[in-house]
């Protein structure tokens, strides 16, 4: 079965650098959210999209920014990187913007700002 | 709002043995619950959710979880560990379709 598919799996940039980073999710998934997990951390929410339309937000900062797209795929712009900014970052998928439905992770994509 | 509290950090365990991971939530309004696995340098797992109906689920690796109302807890439970168990393990809640998860808890079976 197809799942969600992240990447670039490892980026490694310097300070106040941008990044990008790409998240693909199960074909026919609407809904996709964007999390980070610091070093021995739990992960955090960022921001979710429904249907290409941003339908929640958690804490992420203004330096950041995020679309979902006409193929539902999804970006994640980070500008001015700082060192705490690394991180794994993940995206997860589900169909329907529902508590009851189950959100699928990709591996994730870690990034380092040296 | 939703919060979850995973009350040990750290589980070291002997393997055969039985464990629980403990897990309690906090919420003003019906949730679901999860419980994710995280093995090293990987993503998250699904391990078992309760959405609603019987209060007991399991996974198909012989780990359960309990939903207690009552308590607002949601503990993970498994009769007899092997080592391939070893991982860090994530409670979480939803009422919204975003996840909030607990702090973790490192499952370290030893041999």
């Known amino acids: 079965a197809a799942g969600v598919i992240q990447s670039p799996r490892h980026l490694i940039k310097e300070k106040r650098e941008t990044a990008t980073l790409k998240c693909y999710p199960i074909?026919?998934?609407?809904?996709v959210y964007w999390y980070q997990q610091g070093p021995g951390q739990d992960p955090q929410f960022l921001i979710s999209?429904?249907?290409?339309?941003?339908?929640d937000k958690g804490s992420i900062p203004d330096r950041f920014s995020a679309q979902q797209f006409s193929d539902y795929h999804s970006e994640l712009n980070m500008s001015s990187l700082e060192l705490g900014d690394s991180a794994l970052y993940f995206c997860?998928?589900?169909?329907?913007?529902?508590?009851?439905?189950?959100?699928?992770f990709g591996a994730g994509s870690r990034l380092t700002v040296l | 709002a939703q919060s979850v509290t995973q009350l040990d950090s750290q589980v070291p365990v002997f393997e055969e043995a039985p464990v629980e991971l403990r897990c309690n939530y906090s919420?003003?309004?019906?949730?679901?619950l999860f419980w994710y696995v995280q093995y090293p340098n990987q993503g998250l797992q699904l391990l078992l959710k309760?959405?609603?109906?019987?209060?007991l689920v399991e996974s198909i690796n012989g780990f359960e979880a309990e939903f207690n109302k009552s308590q607002t807890s949601f503990h993970l439970r498994k009769p007899s560990v092997h080592i391939s168990d070893t991982a860090e393990y994530f409670c979480?809640?939803?009422?919204?379709?975003?996840?909030?998860f607990g702090q973790g808890t490192t499952l370290q079976v030893k041999p």
């Open positions: 997860a998928s589900s169909l329907e913007r529902s508590g009851a439905n189950v959100l699928t």
């Open positions: 074909p026919r998934h609407d809904t």
């Open positions: 999209f429904y249907e290409k339309m941003q339908s």
């Open positions: 919420s003003s309004v019906s949730v679901y």
């Open positions: 309760y959405l609603s109906g019987s209060t």
């Open positions: 979480a809640v939803s009422n919204t379709g975003k996840l909030i």
